[in-house]
């Protein structure tokens, strides 16, 4: 039995998280949770590896359900500081986007219509793991699944890595005077969604946009699905403005979720490499 190189990438995150606990001196049943969750995947993924086969379902499906249990393991390291220096400083550069250079204006300029679009695509962003494996069911290449979520879950869990080094809140809870002035019952459903069931750990970098534009450049890999790949691109430009738009995220969040998403294609050639030689061994 050998595990594939996106199940290590997500033993290793599990096992960064754990150790973080105890780094960050967090109470103990919060260190108690985290460990608890890092055996429970390793059980996991080491029964779908050995019953499953190489070339089950389970294990092309499994990882983008197992990211919502990394999202909430995110919870564990919320806290919150006084001053807010970060936040000043982030909405500074915001309220010159979105105010001098007239972006709020542009976006509702057209009425209900532009804002009930970037809604839509920060709500839809929760099923880009999803959409990207069944892209690559529909072009039965399979066999490129593996690199595919490598590439993804990297993109989406070197932001997770990094959030609670950042403890902060969102614009939307910190800097209430700034936020869209049209509602439409998508934005009403978001709120309902990262109010209810959110950490509130940080805000950066950006999981949502890093997270789309991983699923973007990892469906690059699959030939058959280039055009629907660089519709994925601009998806994920819309969601970097819906972010900053709805006040879900700073700008400098979305920014450096790109260049989270980046690192992570960088990245995802190391580590395909390095997994060849494990299994060579």
Same mark, same amino acid.
């Given at each position: 039995?050998?595990?594939? %190189?996106?199940? &290590?990438?997500?033993? +290793?995150?599990?096992?960064?998280? @754990? &150790?973080?606990?105890?780094?960050?001196?967090?109470?103990?049943?919060?260190?108690?949770? *985290?460990? +608890?969750?890092?055996?429970?995947?390793? &059980?996991?993924?080491?029964?779908?590896?050995?019953?499953?086969?190489?070339?089950?379902?389970?294990? #092309?499906? %499994?990882?983008?359900?197992?990211?919502? @249990?990394?999202? !909430?393991?995110?919870?564990?390291?919320?806290?919150?500081?006084?001053?807010?220096?970060?936040?000043?400083?982030?909405?500074?550069?915001?309220?010159?986007?979105?105010? #001098?250079?007239? =972006? !709020?204006?542009? &976006?509702?300029? $057209?009425?209900?219509?532009?804002?009930?679009?970037?809604?839509?695509?920060?709500?839809?962003?929760?099923?880009?793991?999803?959409?990207?494996?069944?892209?690559?069911?529909? @072009?039965?290449? !399979?066999? =490129?699944?593996?690199?595919?979520?490598? +590439?993804?879950?990297?993109?989406?869990?070197?932001?997770? @890595?990094?959030?609670?080094?950042?403890?902060?809140?969102?614009?939307?809870?910190?800097?209430?005077?700034?936020?869209?002035?049209?509602?439409?019952?998508?934005?009403?459903?978001?709120?309902?969604?990262?109010? #209810? $069931?959110?950490?509130?750990?940080?805000?950066?970098?950006?999981?949502?946009?890093?997270?789309?534009? *991983?699923? $973007?450049? %990892?469906?690059? =890999?699959?030939?058959?699905?280039?055009?629907?790949?660089?519709?994925?691109?601009?998806?994920?430009?819309? +969601?970097?403005?819906?972010?900053?738009?709805?006040?879900?995220?700073?700008?400098?969040? %979305?920014?450096?979720?790109?260049?989270?998403?980046?690192?992570?294609?960088?990245?995802?050639?190391?580590?395909?490499?390095?997994?060849?030689?494990? !299994? *060579?061994?």
């Amino acid at each position: 039995m050998r595990f594939r %190189a996106s199940e &290590i990438v997500l033993l +290793v995150h599990f096992l960064y998280t @754990a &150790i973080l606990t105890l780094a960050f001196r967090l109470p103990v049943d919060s260190a108690v949770k *985290a460990w +608890v969750l890092l055996l429970t995947v390793i &059980i996991f993924l080491t029964l779908i590896a050995r019953r499953s086969g190489g070339h089950s379902a389970w294990r #092309d499906w %499994a990882p983008p359900f197992m990211l919502l @249990a990394a999202y !909430r393991e995110l919870e564990l390291f919320a806290k919150q500081l006084p001053g807010h220096e970060l936040e000043k400083g982030w909405q500074g550069i915001d309220r010159v986007l979105l105010n #001098d250079w007239h =972006l !709020r204006a542009a &976006i509702e300029s $057209a009425g209900w219509l532009a804002p009930l679009y970037l809604e839509l695509t920060y709500l839809l962003v929760y099923g880009t793991g999803f959409f990207l494996m069944l892209m690559v069911y529909k @072009a039965h290449r !399979r066999d =490129l699944a593996g690199r595919v979520l490598v +590439v993804y879950l990297l993109g989406t869990l070197l932001a997770y @890595a990094i959030i609670p080094f950042y403890p902060s809140m969102p614009p939307r809870l910190l800097f209430t005077d700034s936020g869209p002035l049209v509602t439409t019952p998508l934005r009403q459903l978001n709120l309902l969604i990262v109010n #209810d $069931a959110g950490v509130h750990t940080g805000v950066f970098p950006s999981a949502h946009v890093s997270s789309a534009f *991983a699923a $973007a450049w %990892a469906l690059l =890999l699959v030939p058959e699905k280039r055009k629907t790949a660089w519709g994925m691109v601009a998806y994920a430009a819309s +969601v970097s403005v819906a972010t900053v738009y709805g006040r879900y995220h700073y700008a400098v969040d %979305a920014v450096a979720g790109l260049a989270v998403s980046l690192v992570g294609v960088a990245a995802s050639r190391g580590v395909e490499l390095l997994h060849r030689k494990w !299994r *060579a061994t």
